[in-house]
C-alpha cells in the first residue's frame, strides 16, 4: 500500500463497502448477494454482517435471510442531516412552495455523481414519489440532475461517456446529443424540467442553488402530477421555484451580478 492507504483498516472498509450495497433499488441483499458484489466469498463477510447486526447498522429479516440497512443507520442520517446548514435555510423556503404551488418540493445535492435528496416537504400526496430523503437518482432524466449537469461541463462528460442513456420512462432521454442541447438552455432560463422523464405521470421543475463563490451547491424543484400543465402554464412552477431558490442562495452568501 502507499500514501495513507497503508492506514485503512481492511475489516472496516470491508464493512463500510458493504453498507454502501444496500439501499437505493436494491434495499435487502442475501449474505451470496453481498458477497457478489464486493467480489469475495459468503464465509469471508460472514463475521462482518453479523457485527454489523449486533450493531444495529444491519437488520436480517428471519423469513427470508436477507439484509437491509438498520435503524442506527437512520439515527445517524437524522444527525448529519439537522447539520447541515443548507438544509436549515431551504426547510422554510420549501415549505411555502409546497403550499403556493400544492406540489411536493424537494432539496437536493450531488453526490457521487448522482441526485441525493437531502429534504422534501409534502404538499400532494398523490405524485408518486414516496420516500425519496437520502435516495440517489440519475442525472440525466430528473430536473435537478439537469441543473447539476447544466453547470458541470465535466460531470456532463462522464454521464455521456458511456453513449446511449438509461430509458427510465417512455419520455426518457436516451441520446447524449439531445441532452447536451438542453443544458445551455437551463442555464439561460434559470431552470431545468423533466416531463415524465423520472416517473410517467410526473412533471418536475428545478433551479440552482448557489453559495457566495457563485458555485452550484444544491439545487430545488417542485413536483407535480404533469396533467397539471394541460391547465396551468409551465412558467407558473418554474418562477416559484426560481424564487425559492434564489432567496435560499441568498442565504447561502450568494451575491448576484448587476
Not at 492507504?5 to 435487502?28: H, I, K, M, Q, V
Not at 425519496?132 to 441543473?147: E, F, N, S, Y
Request: proline fraction near 5%; glycine fraction near 6%.
Amino acid at each position: 500500500m502507499k500514501g495513507k492507504d497503508r492506514y485503512l483498516n481492511a475489516s472496516l472498509a470491508r464493512a463500510l463497502t458493504l453498507l454502501e450495497c444496500l439501499g437505493g433499488d436494491e434495499p435487502d441483499l442475501s449474505l451470496t448477494e453481498l458477497a457478489d458484489r464486493i467480489g469475495t466469498a459468503p464465509g469471508s463477510i460472514y463475521s462482518i454482517t453479523q457485527t454489523l447486526e449486533r450493531f444495529g447498522y444491519l437488520e436480517r429479516d428471519p423469513a427470508t435471510k436477507r439484509y437491509r440497512l438498520g435503524l442506527k443507520i437512520l439515527v445517524h442520517a437524522h444527525s448529519v442531516l439537522s447539520s447541515l446548514d443548507i438544509r436549515e435555510q431551504a426547510r422554510p423556503v420549501l415549505k411555502r412552495m409546497a403550499r403556493r404551488l400544492d406540489a411536493n418540493t424537494h432539496l437536493a445535492v450531488l453526490y457521487q455523481g448522482r441526485v441525493l435528496y437531502l429534504d422534501r416537504e409534502e404538499a400532494a400526496p398523490t405524485v408518486i414519489i414516496k420516500s425519496v430523503i437520502g435516495r440517489l437518482v440519475p442525472l440525466h432524466c430528473t430536473a435537478l440532475g439537469k441543473v447539476f449537469l447544466a453547470y458541470d461541463p465535466a460531470l456532463v462528460k462522464g454521464v455521456c461517456k458511456r453513449g446511449v442513456l438509461t430509458a427510465v420512462t417512455p419520455w426518457t432521454i436516451t441520446e447524449p446529443a439531445v441532452l447536451k442541447e438542453q443544458l445551455p438552455r437551463v442555464v439561460a432560463a434559470g431552470y431545468a424540467a423533466d416531463l415524465q422523464e423520472f416517473h410517467t405521470g410526473n412533471a418536475c421543475v428545478a433551479a440552482p442553488v448557489f453559495d457566495f463563490r457563485k458555485t452550484v451547491v444544491a439545487a430545488l424543484s417542485a413536483s407535480f402530477i404533469s396533467s397539471r400543465l394541460e391547465r396551468e402554464p409551465l412558467d407558473r412552477f418554474a418562477s416559484a421555484v426560481v424564487e425559492g431558490a434564489q432567496e435560499v442562495s441568498r442565504a447561502m452568501g450568494y451575491v448576484a451580478l448587476k
